[in-house]
């Protein structure tokens, strides 16, 4: 009955271990600023992200003036946002990284981190957001990116909490609740 208890309780504590080394973070990523810097994602701990890709010509791009918004109200609060620019969807952010950090400077007043131009799905997605999509590196849930402005809501640990569609506003109660919980 022992060695039955003991061989159970080996089979558990290594599944746990399997587990734990399997789950990522979005802490172990560095990527590049639209100004060509390399951002590194262990600069975020202790704070709660929410991830965006984000297009310049799509009918969601007046969501930068939500985004920021909630950046500067939160930002002192643990909080960041950070935009990864993308043109996967309709070809809807065609820039470059300059024009890019142009329009958004220029028309919504963008101070919240924005990333170098990515791809956010197909063969050639971004590594960020292959752990992001996939439940097998985020412990939490498989997803699609489905359009521009796609959320996702990591915690101070860089765990991935919740994908919100594109549909959803910045500003919507459930994820001003998260950054204030």
């Given at each position: ?78 909080f960041v946002i950070v935009g990864f620019p993308a043109n996967n969807f309709g070809s809807q952010e065609p820039g470059t990284n300059a024009e890019i950090a142009t329009f958004c ?25 292959q752990f992001l999509t996939k439940k097998s590196k985020n412990g939490l849930k498989d997803s699609n990116v489905e359009w521009n402005f796609q959320k996702y809501l990591l915690n ?26």
């Amino acid at each position: 009955m022992k060695r039955n208890f003991f061989l159970i309780a080996i089979a558990l504590l290594m599944t746990i271990t399997m587990e734990a080394q399997t789950k990522q973070s979005i802490h172990q990523f560095k990527v590049k600023d639209l100004n060509g810097k390399t951002f590194d994602f262990a600069s975020l701990k202790g704070k709660k992200i929410l991830v965006v890709n984000t297009a310049s010509k799509c009918g969601y791009t007046p969501q930068y003036e939500q985004l920021e918004a909630i950046y500067k109200k939160y930002k002192g609060e643990n909080f960041v946002i950070v935009g990864f620019p993308a043109n996967n969807f309709g070809s809807q952010e065609p820039g470059t990284n300059a024009e890019i950090a142009t329009f958004c400077k220029a028309n919504y007043g963008v101070t919240f981190p924005m990333m170098s131009k990515i791809s956010v799905k197909g063969s050639d997605m971004n590594e960020v957001y292959q752990f992001l999509t996939k439940k097998s590196k985020n412990g939490l849930k498989d997803s699609n990116v489905e359009w521009n402005f796609q959320k996702y809501l990591l915690n101070e640990k860089g765990e991935l909490e919740q994908v919100y569609l594109s549909g959803m506003e910045p500003t919507d109660a459930k994820i001003v609740n998260w950054i204030k919980g």
